[in-house]
């Protein structure tokens, strides 16, 4: 059977990304690409909300027939946290009780402000330019523009207490990674993932960077051209078919017209930190960790 056996799911802007590549490198586990199919909630959402989102189950399980043979078959779609309700019932009804399902957390407040930025980078929609305003209008623009992408949802991607307590409650083979410890003692968290998985520990590389932020595109018009599909794309890739070279061209030209991030403003981290604190609370009451440092 091709059915993945693995699954992280979430939060987006937590590390999911390297963890993702770092656990595609042991010999004993197959991590899908593209890494986010969403194919337990596409159909349940909106199918036009996630554009390289799988919706059928047989397109789903051939994503993981090169890894037919190993121990584990993994994917790693974010927005997975975020919709427990849906997840859990289709983690039962397609793969089974028994999956391995990982959860990454990060400071809510950094996580809304990066999670803006991110969308901001890769999204068209993402048209204010302003936090404030974005972080204002997330859920009503979610439920009136059906195309909208979930990652837009600022203020309820980082409300972990409901969603993570609902995945405890479903499944005993959980493992949670709170984001600092991971940033700061990388193959410790790594061996701890190993050790649930229980495979042979292997030496990761820390210098391998994976989905990194901090930056924004200059100007709306070289975003466009480089995010969206068009015909000058299409020659590019027919004039240059090695992927390698195309990614070097695309490195540079994001190089030269991309700005540094940023940091939030004092206004709105204050603000983010008093949305957040009773749900920071529940949260370190609910895992026996003091995480209200967040939020102070």
């Given at each position: 059977m091709a059915k993945p056996n693995l699954l992280i799911v979430g939060a987006a802007k937590s590390g999911t990304t390297s963890l993702h590549n770092?656990?595609?490198h042991h010999d004993d586990v197959f991590m899908?690409?593209?890494k986010e199919p969403h194919f337990?909630?596409?159909n349940e959402i909106g199918i036009d909300r996630i554009p390289i989102g799988v919706t059928k189950q047989e397109e789903y399980e051939n994503l993981f027939l090169e890894g037919s043979e190993l121990k584990y078959r993994g994917e790693s779609?974010?927005?997975?946290?975020m919709y427990p309700e849906i997840v859990t019932k289709n983690i039962k009804k397609y793969l089974g009780e028994d999956t391995k399902i990982i959860i990454m957390l990060r400071n809510p407040?950094?996580?809304a402000y990066s999670g803006y930025?991110?969308?901001k980078r890769y999204n068209m929609k993402e048209d204010f330019t302003d936090f404030k305003t974005a972080w204002e209008v997330s859920e009503e623009r979610y439920f009136i523009n059906k195309s909208m992408t979930p990652a837009s949802r600022y203020k309820e991607l980082g409300l972990y207490y409901k969603q993570v307590k609902y995945f405890m409650e479903e499944f005993r083979n959980l493992h949670i990674i709170i984001y600092e410890d991971y940033k700061s003692d990388l193959q410790s968290e790594i061996n701890k993932v190993f050790d649930f998985l229980g495979i042979v520990r292997i030496d990761i590389n820390p210098e391998e960077k994976h989905m990194v932020g901090g930056w924004q595109w200059e100007n709306d018009s070289i975003k466009k051209l480089m995010?969206?599909?068009?015909p000058i794309k299409s020659l590019f890739k027919f004039l240059l078919?090695?992927?390698s070279l195309r990614k070097n061209i695309r490195k540079n030209i994001q190089k030269r017209n991309t700005i540094v991030v940023p940091s939030i403003s004092d206004e709105d981290e204050q603000m983010l930190k008093q949305f957040y604190y009773e749900d920071v609370r529940k949260l370190s009451n609910l895992l026996g960790r003091d995480l209200n440092h967040w939020t102070k």
């Amino acid at each position: 059977m091709a059915k993945p056996n693995l699954l992280i799911v979430g939060a987006a802007k937590s590390g999911t990304t390297s963890l993702h590549n770092y656990l595609n490198h042991h010999d004993d586990v197959f991590m899908c690409n593209p890494k986010e199919p969403h194919f337990l909630i596409n159909n349940e959402i909106g199918i036009d909300r996630i554009p390289i989102g799988v919706t059928k189950q047989e397109e789903y399980e051939n994503l993981f027939l090169e890894g037919s043979e190993l121990k584990y078959r993994g994917e790693s779609s974010v927005m997975y946290l975020m919709y427990p309700e849906i997840v859990t019932k289709n983690i039962k009804k397609y793969l089974g009780e028994d999956t391995k399902i990982i959860i990454m957390l990060r400071n809510p407040v950094e996580r809304a402000y990066s999670g803006y930025q991110h969308v901001k980078r890769y999204n068209m929609k993402e048209d204010f330019t302003d936090f404030k305003t974005a972080w204002e209008v997330s859920e009503e623009r979610y439920f009136i523009n059906k195309s909208m992408t979930p990652a837009s949802r600022y203020k309820e991607l980082g409300l972990y207490y409901k969603q993570v307590k609902y995945f405890m409650e479903e499944f005993r083979n959980l493992h949670i990674i709170i984001y600092e410890d991971y940033k700061s003692d990388l193959q410790s968290e790594i061996n701890k993932v190993f050790d649930f998985l229980g495979i042979v520990r292997i030496d990761i590389n820390p210098e391998e960077k994976h989905m990194v932020g901090g930056w924004q595109w200059e100007n709306d018009s070289i975003k466009k051209l480089m995010i969206q599909k068009n015909p000058i794309k299409s020659l590019f890739k027919f004039l240059l078919p090695f992927e390698s070279l195309r990614k070097n061209i695309r490195k540079n030209i994001q190089k030269r017209n991309t700005i540094v991030v940023p940091s939030i403003s004092d206004e709105d981290e204050q603000m983010l930190k008093q949305f957040y604190y009773e749900d920071v609370r529940k949260l370190s009451n609910l895992l026996g960790r003091d995480l209200n440092h967040w939020t102070k």
